[in-house]
């Protein structure tokens, strides 16, 4: 799991506020659990061509927002705080009900509407919080916001309620999605019901001050559909659960003190999710002597999934063992070969070791993990540092010449990636002296030298 700012990513989306303050969180697991939630759905709302991104936000809040057709956050508090597979895929569902009903740009048009820039200002700033979020948690945020509003209470007042027949709209969107997939919409309702007990004891909460409708009128909304629908008994599988859970458990040892981790699954509790958060929380508190041998029963309990070898290959990295780190990141990669994430590591792992033997492994795994994400900076950055040490190690001048043109390539896209253009220039054109006219390399050194950001209004 790594947690930090991606900043190329939110240099592209503007109105991630919550993103651009917490940072975003990075885990194959995570990651992969979440896409087998959304994939059913997504395929139900027309949006399965869309490549539609999952991001982890580092907020302990329970959210989730849209900001346009192409990317979906969620904090990190959802998956702490859900308790079934259903809830989150509830939440899923309700976001691709704003995706298939361009709330979001309908949003933009209502905040065009808007008497000044100031109030421009204001109405965008809430919309970064609640602009296409799951309601409720967020209600709270906005409780007597409106003062902060003043005079243009009576404009706020009208982009929100226009936002409210938006959340119904795709409240009903979801519940079609669930039932198009077979399944409950419990989850979605208890949700909503968890909502409402966060806003018991609130007095005087105007409803028109908030982007959504208040939480008992969504739960009397949605009851009659998710009662009556033929699929409101169905459960998630025993296998989903305990995936659900273990990721629960990841984000708990990662993210809350040892001593918290430990009080929330004490060694009474023999579950594999309660060991794996002992795990962490061990190695956090402890190191990695002490963590090793919680990761091996792990990996004894359950030799085939992936991420424990994965987390065991990071922590040993990260003690400074890499030799001892590279043979579960190779194990994880073997179990899940299509995973970025984990290849990327491995990559780490190998170059950390400076052997040159590692070097060929190393830029074989960064490629198959850029050609399955081809926008990650961290990638092409070892990429980089790949090709340098190839060349370092090689004595013909040519082979020399092309090595160091694919490290100034591989640096010139991360730069382009981390949003900072004029260093992406600087290597491209570095790389051009050393690449071959018309060759794919070539083509790619040109297009970040063409590249010019777009003029906006």
Known sequence: ??????????????????????????????????????????????????????????????????????????????????????????????????????HLARLRTQVSKARSAALMLQILGLAAMAGGALAGAPGLGQVGMGAAFGGTDAAMRSVLAYQQTEESSADQAAIAYLNATKQSGRGMLETFEMMADKLKGIQGINPYLMSHPLPQTRITQLQELVTTSPYYEVKDSPELQLKHDLVKAKFVGFLDKPEIVFNRYPKTDQSLPAAYARAIATYRQSGINVSLPQFDALIAAQPNWPYFHEVKGQFLFESGNVEAAIPPLREAVRLNPDDPLIRTMLAQALLGSDKPQYLDEAISNLRTALAREDNSARSYRQLAVAFARKADATKSGQAKQQYMAQASLASAEAYFYEGRLKEAKQQAKRAKAGLLEGTPNAIKADDILAFEVPKTN
């Open 1 to 102: 799991m790594r947690i930090g700012l991606t900043t190329g990513l939110i240099a592209a989306l503007a109105t991630t506020t919550t993103a651009e303050a917490q940072g975003l969180i990075r885990d194959a697991e995570t990651e992969a659990l979440l896409r087998s939630y959304a994939k059913p759905i997504f395929s139900a709302a027309g949006l399965g061509s869309q490549n539609i991104r999952i991001h982890i936000v580092n907020d302990r809040n329970f959210n989730a927002f849209v900001v346009d057709g192409r990317n979906m956050f969620f904090h990190a508090g959802t998956l702490m705080g859900a308790k079934t597979p259903n809830q989150v895929i509830g939440v899923i569902a309700h976001e691709s009900g704003h995706i298939t009903g361009g």
